[in-house]
């Protein structure tokens, strides 16, 4: 999925110095201990993903008996490998959440234009929740207003929404960025690379600060990377949010999807074309353009406040008790989703994500059996993360332990089994200081980083580690390499294929006994290495300079160098 360039980081390290172990920075040296080899164990890989992913834990779903039964099991296995209680005594960190689940949906209906009124039938041609804790929602003659991207960045010169009044309208939105489909990583936008903006996060939550009504986003399942199979079973059923309490940011009635090709239907009615436009939208100075045609529909909703939980584990450091290395991974899933033909409707997450959640159990384990390290480690599984990763933001804006004492971290999210790879995945390569560390922990294990195949997938917003990345902490997130020992980047490309097409976010991503676990197992001693060598090290990793995230870091440690 996602690649590092090794030749830059090694063009870093070659500038840097003398050596390796003491690598000249733009500023002090970096402290890169020589760490041995963690004893991480299969069987716990093994067992503790095919409890997550069975169907007693029903899905993992936030707010339910899944809920119940994960957050008992990770106490159990944390405590079993020897962690403590990472919050104040407490096993666990309370995250206040609302579930929404729409149900009565009419038809999205749209009047105007040419010819009869379009009825657009939900699930199959759109779909749509409301981010407002209202028992009815209703769109009415809603007018619709093609906004391109729908991106609004000062400081890039881009503005989608300039000289609109976006009140009682609905914004229609193009997924991704207006860089996607660049050869290059050159652009306003990253090139081909994904930025924020490119999300469906960023693109709702701008439609709310822009007024607008509502939102939809045309999905396209190049740019979205992925089908509509994985839009209909993430945002039909129940949808957690975070709590709003009583100033809730401004937010649409309506966020939500609607099919391309019943999007060429909506513009053909309008008298325009969805390609020429979409053509005109990638090129800075783009201005809006009102459809003349409107939206109606409604739904009613179901509503329920409850505490989900983040569970939080620790190592006391040795020397250095208060600063802290960070690995996280979420525990959750979908629940129960659109079922398969054959009926099974349990959305298991066997890789997404009970392999990363299980890697955490084993991760504690190996650095137990290890002894204390220097600094203290801390292992976090996070909830809703599939929601919109709201357990790692509630922890974020909410640290048991702070930002500026915690060095920097690990993300894990979704092992492929798919047998020993001769490459790692690094998503966001060249963000951070942390690419040292890595290309040492890399040159231990005798492989390589290779360069990210998606940047326009825009992984690096989509998963835990982004919540702490944009308060500035250094977070490395790895994936496992497609170079697979067996068959090579052909085989590796196919079974991503295949896992994105076939398993993802559906039924059928379930525990199989027959997996190899051996490419696993290479990769946990590869995070073992870098999380072992962070908290061995005294130095405090940095983001490069001109990345997004330098700022915040630099802002935090501004009154005296974090960790000291």
Known sequence: MKRLALAASAALLLSACTELGNIETAGAPLDLPEVADGTLSEDTMKNVTRQLASDEFEGRAPGTVGEEKTVALLIEEFSRAGLQPGNNGSWVQEVPLVEITGRDYAPLTI?????????????????????????????????????????????????????????????????????????????PFGGKAMTYYGRWTYKFEEAGRQGAAGAIIIHDTAPASYGWNVVESSWSGPQAYASRGDNPPPMTQMNGWMQKQVAERVFEKAGMDLAQLSAAAKTSGFTAVPLGVSASTSFANEMRTFQSQNVIGMLPGSEAPGEYVLHTAHWDHLGRC???????????????????????????????????????LVFLAVTAEESGLLGADYYAANPVFPLDQTVGGINMDAFQVAGPAKDVTVVGPGKSQLDLFLDKALMAENRVATPNPKPEAGYYYRSDHFAFAKRGVPMLYIDGGEDLVAGGVLAGAEVARDYTENRYHGPKDEYNPNWDWSGVMADLQLFYRIGRMLAESDSWPNWNPGDEFKATRDADCAGEPCGT
């Not at 881009?158 to 309208?169: C, V």
């Not at 409707?345 to 059996?369: F, P, R, S, Y």
Request: charged share 25%; aromatic share 6%.
């Open 111 to 187: 009047s105007g234009g040419t010819g009869d009124p379009l009825e657009l039938k939900f699930a199959q041609d759109w779909v749509g929740v409301t981010y407002r804790e209202d028992a009815a929602t209703r769109l009415e003659d809603s007018e619709l207003v093609f906004v391109g991207y729908g991106i609004n960045a000062p400081e890039r010169g881009w503005n989608d929404y300039a000289g609109l009044d976006m009140a009682g309208k609905t914004a229609v939105i193009l997924v991704n960025d207006p860089d996607f489909g660049a050869e290059t990583l050159e652009g």
């Open 338 to 376: 659109t079922p398969a033909p054959d009926g099974d409707d349990i959305c298991n997450g066997a890789v997404d994500n009970a392999t990363g959640t299980a890697a955490l159990v084993a991760l504690a384990e190996a650095h137990a059996k290890a002894g204390p390290a220097r600094r203290s």
